[in-house]
């Protein structure tokens, strides 16, 4: 998480969507709290009366160099996050300039002055923030990282496993390029569907126009376009059409079908949960389903749908079989 947004948050200059992200995030994961609390007691640290005091900017970037200096060779470095721009969050960037004279080195040095951002799920989702001003939103059993270096020319995303969905924020001069196996997906401004299993990269664009690079193949994505493509791909793959938006349902947790064939609904809902669902009569599977699910489990949404189509549903094997 970038500490700019924790010392926003320590000083309670976050809106109440803000405070919420940023808490989930604390609660995600145990190393989350103890940053957010190393953090805390540094600002406490930096403005006992209240207000940050007067820094040497000159004075903490020549002390900031001298340490890189020292460490360059140091295999624990990880990256120091500095605003140096003039805003009214000029207080952000004394706290850092006090770290840095302090020779406090939480967040360490590296050969360039970047932005990161590791975010990583286990049974809850996700909605946060990057440094550039983009969203993302992860699913359960996701891993991403985000890096942006102040002389670079593109930010850069890094999913490794799991599933998300990206609004990016525009920027030309900086294209927004992910990184998910062996594949590559570019944008400047746009929002978009990740998911990466292990084999595969699988791309849905809801808005703007993506480009996906595999071997040596380069495709163009248009809103309402999917593509899988299998870390062995070599030729040409095919792109299919997305109808509906159920494939970001963890965004905000809602399953909407409006005339969904009822196939289709069963995909969706098995895909989300890894369950493998088999509608055993052909009939069933053209009949169209219309309703909203939000916030509810997979138990009760099967048990409405069964219900209103008079189905019954057994469990043989690994699979559930629906007559």
Do not use: C
């Not at 640290?45 to 209240?50: D, E, F, I, V």
């Not at 969905?165 to 594949?183: L, N, R, S, T, Y």
């Not at 990466?196 to 809801?206: D, L, M």
Request: proline share 3%; net charge neutral.
């Amino acid at each position: 998480m970038n500490k700019e947004w924790i010392t926003k948050y320590i000083v309670g200059e976050m809106n109440a969507a803000e405070r919420a992200t940023m808490e989930a995030w604390i609660e995600a994961d145990p190393v989350h709290k103890e940053e957010y609390i190393a953090m805390k007691k540094v600002w406490e640290l930096s403005a006992q009366k209240g207000d940050a005091p007067e820094i040497d900017i000159d004075r903490a970037w020549n002390t900031f160099t001298q340490l890189r200096t020292e460490r360059a060779q140091s295999k624990d470095e990880v990256v120091v996050k500095i605003r140096t721009s003039r805003s009214p969050f000029r207080w952000i960037g004394a706290a850092a300039a006090i770290l840095l004279i302090l020779g406090l080195s939480y967040w360490g040095l590296n050969d360039k002055l970047s932005q990161e951002t590791d975010l990583r799920t286990l049974t809850q989702t996700l909605r946060a923030p990057l440094p550039d001003g983009s969203m993302v939103s992860l699913n359960k059993d996701t891993e991403l990282h985000y890096h942006k270096s102040w002389f670079g020319k593109k930010r850069a995303v890094s999913l490794v496993e799991g599933e998300a969905f990206f609004e990016v924020k525009k920027d030309k001069a900086h294209p927004f390029v992910i990184e998910a196996g062996q594949h590559r997906i570019t944008v400047v401004g746009t929002s978009f569907h990740v998911r990466r299993t292990p084999g595969e990269t699988e791309v849905i664009v809801a808005t703007g126009k993506v480009r996906v690079n595999y071997g040596d193949q380069e495709v163009f994505l248009l809103p309402e376009q999917r593509i899988v493509i299998a870390d062995t791909s070599k030729q040409t793959v095919k792109v299919d059409s997305v109808k509906d938006n159920l494939y970001r349902y963890y965004v905000h947790q809602v399953f909407e079908f409006d005339n969904t064939p009822l196939s289709r609904v069963f995909e969706a809902l098995g895909k989300a949960y890894e369950k493998e669902f088999v509608l055993e009569n052909p009939a069933h599977r053209k009949l169209l389903y219309s309703a909203k699910f939000e916030q509810q489990g997979l138990s009760e949404m099967i048990d409405v749908i069964l219900k209103t189509f008079d189905l019954k549903m057994k469990k043989r094997g690994n699979k559930y079989y629906i007559n």
